[in-house]
């Protein structure tokens, strides 16, 4: 840590936020302390300065005061930097702990910190004690993949990365324009535009093996106007309706996972009810039913007690 | 044990004095201690960063310091601040963090009002940066059927205790229980009632959408002083070493078992299988989860759970010939 740099990057900030005017470099270079003699250096060291400046969020403006100027200056608009009046009530603040604290260990925890110490900054009294409205939702990023594809998405630039889908024994290379990061129980998803596929895919972020590389300029990916990243998602992870009917015997007291969607329940043979229940389809409900192993026979559909049988030969095989 | 000194940016050095001075300011004055909580650094830190601040200087043309404050009595006062004097702007990071968290928030059914407003503040005041937080989205499983969800809320505003009928899959059993509620935990994109159970006299968790019914009692809940939390950030299950320890090998069909299932170990064996090992207190749900999978998984140990699968598949089958 350079306490002079710090101590540079606060006066250029200062005097850039009091000036109305455009200051070059060289008015930059004779108002603050601590910059190089050599010319070529101090150019670096500027360079260096702003960028910095702008990763922290602050808005440098480039221009000059009038036409005649050849040399571009620089200021920074209040109206721009200031964080606009805030006030929160009490109840409002208590949500706010509650917010906070949802990125804890995850990729975000940083960001939600840094905004809290903002708004604090900006007046809000938050005490953690008295928020205690019972209620602690949290978020986790354990996918390497999920920093770089939400840079990606915010700063709208495509990716490329390797991708084994589900059921495959080797992973792809996919070049994606992200539109979106989506999180469905539990489970962080990418979607947007495949480029090779040439159309709009969805792809788990567990799935995506190794790095995730930015593969175009800030600014290069347009998100089609009627995209819904959260629809596209829901319909990647669609389950079809339930509207087959599959007529069970489950022995009495078991299968509770079972009885509790059915659509009638009457005695069977001694020992045993018969279960008639909805399903949407049959490699799904077989793998329920399974669930259940000796506690649960198929009479109908034979598709489905095919399916069973296949999975208690699978185990035996 | 003593913490290495932490190493830390300019830049992010800068992005707390820009935070410093207006938190001072608008308090009009602050104790050092509290304000050093506050920024989570250490009193001396503090007073390094003041000290900092108080020695810009600029000449514009002739030298001149732009900030005036001072610490004594361990009283921060701000008397000059110039362009400073507000905070700086939420970044596009910050802003999401918040509103995607308060938007999923909003999604738990309860009283919605105060995560609304906030919301609304958070997006005026953010401008253009809260743009990007809408390609983030958040969806939770919030099963209300019956208004569970709404149920335990009130009753923990209420502070009354609850009898659950609750579904246990890994066992087939529909167990009664009476509990005093605790907090709604929404980790993993389900929904938790925390609660101390009176069967177990210890602190449970219920997946909500297994609670096949709920009452709320006219008694008050009376959760043990000494109940503790569950550590949501280290993940709600923790195995233990007396557990026992499960092998599996699953296919590339069954891939999504070893994401699913917190594992010790995941090993890559060829054509796309898997080796997983993780443990369990009980290995009834194994054998069921053994079946399931058919030919796409493989219990490998230990051996006493490797016969009870294919004794169960063998007794299951038998019912088919």
Known sequence: ???????????????????????????????????????????????????????????????????LDDEPGYRIRRQDYELPEITLEADEA???GIAARVWQSAEFAGAAAGALLKLRAAGMEDDDAAA????????RTPEPAFGPLWEAVRDRRPVTFSYRAQGRSDAQRREVEPWGVVNRRGRWYVAGHDRARNATRVFRLSRIE???????????????????VRELVRDWDWSPPRDHTAVLRVRDGAGLGLRRYALSTEPDVPGWDRVTARFGDVPWYADHVAWYGPDVVVLDPPDLREAVIARLKGVLA | MTQPPRMVTSAERLRRLLALVPYVVSRKSVGLAETAVAFGVSERELVDDLNLVWCVELSSPDPYCPIDLSYEGGEIVVSQAESIARPLRLTADEASALLVALRMLSEVPGDRSATSRLIAKLEAAAGEAAAASAQVAVQIEVPNEDGVAQQIRSALAAGRRLHLRYYVPGRDEATERDVDPMRLLVVEGRTYLEAWCLLAEGVRLFRLDRVLSLEVLDVPSAVPEDAEHVDVDQGLFRPSDSDVLVTLELSAEARWVAEYYPCESVTELADGWLRAALRTPDTRWVRRLALRLGEDGRVTGPPELVSAVRQDAAAALALYA
């Open chain 1, 132 to 139: 205690a409205p019972g209620i602690e939702p949290r978020l």
């Open chain 1, 1 to 67: 840590m350079s306490k002079r740099r710090t101590e540079r990057l606060l006066s250029i900030v200062v005097l850039l936020l009091s000036t109305r005017r455009y200051l070059t470099a060289d008015q930059i270079r004779a108002a603050v302390h601590g910059y190089p003699e050599p010319y070529d250096t101090f150019k670096r060291m500027f360079e260096r300065d702003k960028d910095e400046l702008r990763d922290l969020g602050i808005p440098l403006e480039v221009g000059v005061n009038s036409p």
């Open chain 1, 94 to 96: 208590a949500v706010l």
């Open chain 1, 210 to 228: 190794g790095p995730v590389r930015m593969a175009g300029r800030p600014g290069s990916v347009t998100v089609p106007g009627d995209a819904d």
